[in-house]
């Protein structure tokens, strides 16, 4: 698809670009197959990893030229997109902070930012972060 062949085309110019700059590797000697990124990026639009998290992969696969699926697996990177442990780390993060939590009621929408770094660093950065704002919103309006 159109957007597929986009995101292989932002792999290739901005983290490949970025890895080859930073260890003086020309292209020819890349371990990465186009496959792996396709790989890479299905897993990125299927949730199973952020952003950031596929990033940290998608370094590795340059480093050591294994697989995403492997890489994901063996050092356990999967986004939480469940719902329910989302909900328990945003009510630790809740009864944590009352006061960001007291700012955000009173209008002061940069809580909101605080208080989902917090659910990321209760998860560990894996967090669906598009689930855990609108989750941590819903629960945060329902306390107005």
Same mark, same amino acid.
């Given at each position: ?125 894996? /967090? ?13 309006? /329902?306390?107005?």
């Amino acid at each position: 698809s159109n957007e597929m062949a986009k995101a292989i085309g932002n792999w290739m110019l901005g983290e490949m670009a970025r890895l080859q700059n930073q260890t003086g590797t020309l292209l020819d000697d890349v371990n990465i197959a186009p496959g792996q990124i396709v790989e890479l990026q299905k897993l990125v639009d299927g949730g199973t990893l952020s952003s950031s998290m596929a990033k940290a992969v998608f370094e590795k696969m340059y480093n050591i030229g294994a697989d995403p699926q492997a890489i994901t697996e063996a050092d356990g990177l999967v986004q939480i997109s469940d719902s329910d442990a989302v909900g328990a780390a945003i009510d630790d993060a809740i009864s944590a902070n009352p006061q960001p939590v007291r700012d955000y009621l009173e209008g002061k929408e940069s809580a909101m930012q605080f208080l989902v770094g917090q659910v990321m660093r209760i998860t560990r950065g894996k /967090a669906n972060p598009q689930m855990t704002t609108e989750l941590l919103k819903n629960k945060l309006e /329902a306390m107005k």
